[in-house]
């Protein structure tokens, strides 16, 4: 049997779904020969540590995410780079990580954070443990330096703008493999006509109506109660759908401006693929999970907000391809919406970009490249 440790942080939703879908595949196809084990890294930190990371992300990318941004230039120098390196591998995560290695023993190792990167490098070198280790890169376009730190790390991308940044920051051309990006696998397949309707009826929906989804990660889209209002008001003959993740204000605010209408707001679901399916448009921020949710269910999306040049390539992708629409005045939103849902010609030219693209889903390609590997 091999034992896989996932190492993961609750910093949006990506990384964990990441995890998730590996394993999960993984479960499924090799069923006894397999242990999975996800790991927060952040079990046995400190509160503020965990605060800093988790809360503040959070926090940040609702309602300052310019301080983000500024974290996230700064953080690319390479003697702050350095120094936070030390930090993490010395002091903040060194001691768990530690322990989970000696303790779990894992034939194969699968960080889907930067900032386990050389807490887990350390470790290794100092209990002489030599297993296969992967860095899941999660950003598919843009690369901040902090993910490829690791000189003993194989590196999962998924563009080949993030393998040239790889390799600009020093990294070799065998320490990385270059595969479509990947989520649940639920997402490689498309929802017949006969399920739609089902599952329309199983969530309270109309069998006819254009639904319109909000869709944002972990901690859902910024701003979703004020683009909830601008659609409610516009007269669109809508059904409104709004995923607020774990980010319970804003699960209350937009209740508050919804209330009295048939607008469905969830907080932390694991039924994305089944609301995705069933919506015509998805309105979110320009994460990757929520982008590509989107596309690989062939729906439309309209992107309000990303991480200032994070997710930047994500939303460029999108809009060079003519496959959705970056627009952040809110107000304008309802307007796009309207085009898109009362011109059939131009909503399927949209659709049909989408389709031509031809993405597949890359989960069972990433999971067996991590399990069939060997130490070289």
Request: with cysteine; net charge positive.
């Amino acid at each position: 049997m091999k034992k896989i440790v996932y190492f993961y942080l609750k910093t949006g939703g990506g990384h964990i779904s990441c995890a998730r879908a590996i394993s999960g595949y993984l479960d499924n196809k090799y069923k006894k020969n397999v242990k999975n084990l996800l790991v927060d890294g952040f079990t046995e930190s400190p509160r503020y540590i965990r605060a800093y990371y988790e809360e503040g992300y959070k926090l940040s990318q609702s309602y300052a995410p310019w301080a983000y941004g500024a974290i996230y230039a700064i953080n690319k120098y390479s003697k702050i780079v350095r120094f936070w390196s030390k930090i993490n591998a010395d002091r903040m995560m060194h001691k768990y990580v530690k322990k989970v290695i000696q303790k779990e023993k894992p034939d194969i190792i699968v960080n889907h954070h930067c900032v386990f990167i050389p807490a887990i490098e350390k470790v290794v070198e100092e209990l002489d443990y030599k297993v296969p280790m992967f860095t899941v890169v999660s950003d598919p376009y843009t690369v901040h330096p902090f993910w490829v730190i690791g000189k003993k790390f194989h590196y999962i991308m998924f563009s080949d703008e993030a393998r040239r940044a790889a390799l600009n920051y020093g990294r070799s051309p065998d320490q990385i493999s270059v595969f479509p990006f990947f989520l649940n696998e639920k997402f490689s397949k498309i929802m017949s006509q006969k399920d739609k309707i089902k599952t329309r009826a199983k969530y309270g929906f109309s069998k006819d109506k254009k639904i319109v989804l909000l869709l944002g990660g972990g901690d859902g889209v910024p701003k979703a109660d004020k683009i909830t209002k601008e659609l409610l008001n516009s007269g669109l003959d809508i059904e409104i759908a709004v995923v607020c993740g774990k980010n319970d204000i804003l699960k209350e605010n937009v209740e508050k401006v919804s209330s009295g209408t048939n607008v469905k707001v969830y907080s932390f679901i694991d039924y994305v693929y089944d609301l995705v399916s069933i919506a015509d448009i998805a309105i979110g921020k320009g994460g990757p999970s929520a982008v590509m949710e989107t596309l690989l269910s062939q729906k439309i999306p309209i992107i309000t907000s990303y991480v200032w040049e994070q997710e930047k390539g994500n939303v460029e992708f999108v809009v060079r391809n003519k496959l959705g629409f970056f627009e952040p005045d809110i107000k304008k939103v309802p307007l796009i919406v309207e085009k898109l849902l009362k011109n059939k010609k131009y909503y399927d030219s949209y659709k049909n970009r989408i389709k031509n693209l031809k993405l597949v889903n890359g989960t069972s390609q990433v999971a067996d490249f991590i399990y069939n590997s060997k130490i070289k």
